[in-house]
């Protein structure tokens, strides 16, 4: 039997769970601009991904000729990238970072201003990483407001490729959250 009572579910689907800032705003992007959102959206997400720890597939080999370079280097990037995001934070100010969850059919949050109406279009801005700059941005309508101040949007629909990613992503996220629960085996 699988364990769902950890899953992390929106819209019936996988979803990622995380504390980022995020943006409501209810000026509605203009239709046109769909193709290059989406494009912008996809670069955004393959940053992030990049970013995110995907923990070590399998253990490098040591005494392989390039491994502490390669290690050398790994850490220097780190650093590089902290940098970076510290640089950006300073020039660019982001939305305080609230709790929220997130897939390829919409987001669920809790509001920190007055709420808007159900039906309310708009987009919704979430800033994922402090090294990558621009934020995924989508089409979204209101389709809930609990009176705890819960919005639930659902979003425009979404290409494959960004629809992909973003599954990926939930699917890699869960898969972490269950080896993280039921930690490394003991040698019996």
């Known amino acids: 039997m699988i364990d769902t009572a950890d899953t992390i579910v929106l819209y019936e689907e996988l979803a990622v769970e995380d504390v980022l800032p995020l943006h409501w705003d ?3 992007p203009h239709p046109a601009a769909a193709a290059a959102l989406a494009e912008r959206n996809l670069q955004v997400l393959q940053a992030w991904d990049a970013l995110e720890d995907h923990g070590v597939v399998e253990k490098p080999d040591e005494t392989a000729p390039l491994a502490a370079d390669i290690q050398r280097l790994d850490r220097k990037m780190t650093l590089l990238l902290g940098l970076v995001g510290q ?3 300073v020039n660019r100010p982001r939305p305080r970072p609230i709790p929220l969850r997130f897939n390829a059919r919409g987001a669920l949050w809790r509001a920190v201003e ?3 109406s ?3 279009r708009g987009h919704l801005e979430i800033y994922l990483h402090e090294c990558v700059a621009q934020p ?3 089409a979204a309508e209101v389709t809930t407001v609990s009176p705890a101040g819960e919005i639930e949007v659902r979003f425009a629909p979404l290409d494959d ?3 992909g990613i973003l599954a990926k992503i939930a699917f890699r996220r869960h898969r972490r959250q269950i080896a993280g629960r039921h930690g490394p085996k003991q040698p019996g």
Do not use: D
Request: net charge neutral; glycine share 6%.
């Open 161 to 163: 490729a960004l629809s």
């Open 87 to 89: 640089l950006l934070a």
């Open 136 to 138: 995924l941005r989508f």
């Open 26 to 28: 209810e000026q509605a």
């Open 114 to 116: 007055a709420p808007p």
């Open 118 to 120: 159900i039906g309310t």
